[in-house]
């Protein structure tokens, strides 16, 4: 049902922007993707993992050239990565080790944005808004080697369905990632014709391990600094 949700959110926009003569633009770009390690919502450095993001957005004036509303609908590549040990010289004393997670998403954001004018066609912009995601895809991938020993592997990401409209998934927490994330964005960029530059930082509200929240097991949430290059029709 949440899929079924975003999709018809991303029907409505495009609809609009049809009827409305409002701009339709094609986004993607860099995301330097984390997890947070502790329950104040704190990351490490250290395991930040590079992905991307592309999609589609519609800009929809509130008031002209000033304020607008920018929904969209992306394909998003999110997780982060655990790293330990020299990987070019290797040894059982000091192993090296990679463990890497890399959930990707279907994501709606609902910006709203301000304009600031600097020139005959040349605008700044901020915007701040909430994002839903739906989970749809992933690994999580592994690296040993001590120096005699080397293997690596895989597996797909295993979702549940402990959605907002659905608690009762009997394996929730058995190795599983929650389906259903949200979260919040602040943005900043500029506008030049039609051609968009942006920065922009995602932060889940919502733990991406499966099982019920707890005051001990609410840590991991995404978090993802995403750098963008777009254009406007």
Same mark, same amino acid.
């Given at each position: 049902?949440?899929?079924?949700?975003?999709?018809?959110?991303?029907?409505?926009?495009?609809?609009?922007?049809a009827v409305s003569q409002v701009r339709v633009g094609v986004k993607g770009g860099l995301n330097l993707a984390n997890i947070s390690t502790n329950n104040d919502g704190t990351v490490d450095n250290?395991?930040?993992?590079?992905?991307?993001?592309?999609?589609?957005?519609?800009?929809?004036?509130?008031?002209?050239?000033?304020?607008?509303?920018?929904?969209?609908?992306?394909?998003?590549?999110?997780?982060?990565?655990?790293?330990?040990?020299?990987?070019?010289?290797?040894?059982?004393?000091?192993?090296?080790?990679?463990?890497?997670?890399?959930?990707?998403?279907?994501?709606?954001?609902?910006?709203?944005?301000?304009?600031?004018?600097?020139?005959?066609?040349?605008?700044?912009?901020?915007?701040?808004?909430?994002?839903?995601? =739906?989970?749809?895809?992933?690994?999580?991938?592994?690296? #040993? +080697?001590?120096?005699?020993?080397?293997?690596?592997?895989? $597996? &797909?990401?295993?979702?549940?369905?402990?959605?907002?409209?659905?608690?009762?998934?009997?394996?929730?927490?058995?190795?599983?990632?929650?389906?259903?994330?949200?979260?919040?964005?602040?943005?900043?960029?500029?506008?030049?014709?039609? =051609?968009?530059?942006?920065?922009?930082?995602?932060?889940? #509200? +919502?733990?991406?391990?499966?099982?019920?929240?707890?005051? $001990? &097991?609410?840590?991991?949430?995404?978090?993802?600094?995403?750098?963008?290059?777009?254009?406007?029709?």
């Amino acid at each position: 049902m949440t899929k079924r949700i975003i999709l018809c959110v991303a029907a409505l926009a495009i609809s609009f922007a049809a009827v409305s003569q409002v701009r339709v633009g094609v986004k993607g770009g860099l995301n330097l993707a984390n997890i947070s390690t502790n329950n104040d919502g704190t990351v490490d450095n250290s395991r930040t993992l590079p992905s991307y993001h592309i999609g589609v957005i519609t800009d929809m004036p509130l008031i002209k050239n000033v304020l607008s509303f920018q929904p969209g609908v992306f394909y998003t590549s999110k997780g982060a990565k655990l790293e330990s040990g020299s990987k070019g010289s290797p040894s059982v004393a000091d192993p090296y080790t990679k463990y890497t997670t890399n959930p990707q998403y279907i994501e709606v954001p609902l910006n709203f944005v301000g304009k600031i004018p600097i020139g005959s066609d040349c605008r700044l912009f901020a915007g701040i808004g909430p994002y839903f995601a =739906f989970g749809v895809a992933g690994k999580n991938k592994y690296e #040993f +080697n001590n120096g005699i020993v080397n293997t690596t592997g895989k $597996s &797909d990401i295993v979702w549940d369905d402990d959605t907002p409209f659905n608690n009762d998934d009997p394996n929730q927490g058995r190795n599983k990632y929650r389906r259903f994330d949200w979260g919040g964005n602040v943005m900043v960029g500029a506008e030049i014709s039609r =051609f968009l530059l942006s920065a922009q930082y995602g932060l889940g #509200f +919502n733990k991406i391990n499966s099982g019920a929240e707890s005051s $001990s &097991d609410n840590k991991n949430k995404n978090r993802v600094f995403s750098i963008s290059a777009g254009f406007l029709f």
